[in-house]
């Protein structure tokens, strides 16, 4: 486990940097924390550490966006999604193992979740100060 204090929205977009240069291709990353924790500043750091340099946003209403870079995104908002159909329905399934899968709101699909994962929790601590917790990733 690995944990970091991040004081701007560009320190966490740095971890998630960094964490993506240790990525292979085809990990699950599952993002926790709740409503403007950070999880798309961390997906947008991720995705520049991979070669993408612009249109990462929250996907809530596509519930799920495709990058190209090093490797392809699939970059999931499961913030509408509440039972197994509506998981099924986004194509998850057919997601796993051709590219690296970042899930923002994995609470909503906790149960659901392989047990081979990356997980990021990020926790509010003040308006600019999170604390973000890596684990099942390499050392960054
Ligand atoms: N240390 C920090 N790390 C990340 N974001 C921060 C930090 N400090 C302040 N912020 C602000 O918090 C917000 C994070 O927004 P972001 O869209 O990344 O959150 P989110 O978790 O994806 O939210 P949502 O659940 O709505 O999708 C931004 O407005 C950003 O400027
Ligand atoms: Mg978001």
């Known amino acids: 486990m690995?944990?970091?204090i991040s004081i701007s929205p560009e320190e966490t977009e740095q971890?998630?940097?960094?964490?993506s240069q240790t990525l292979k291709g085809t990990e699950i990353i599952a993002m926790f924390g709740g409503l403007g924790a950070g999880k798309t500043a961390f997906t947008r750091g991720l995705s520049r550490g991979l070669g993408i340099n612009d249109g990462v946003s929250s996907p809530t209403f596509a519930l799920v966006n495709e990058y190209e870079g090093k490797f392809r995104i699939y970059h999931f908002d499961m913030y509408r999604i509440t039972c197994y159909d509506d998981l099924y329905s986004?194509?998850?399934f057919d997601y796993i193992n051709n590219g690296i899968?970042?899930?923002e709101w994995s609470e909503n699909i906790s149960s659901f979740l392989p047990e081979n994962l990356?997980?990021?929790t990020i926790e509010y601590l003040s308006e600019t100060e999170r604390e973000i917790t890596i684990e099942g990733a390499e050392q960054i």
């Open 118 to 120: 990356i997980t990021i």
């Open 15 to 19: 971890i998630a940097f960094r964490l």
């Open 101 to 103: 899968m970042v899930i």
């Open 2 to 4: 690995q944990k970091f």
């Open 90 to 92: 986004t194509g998850f």
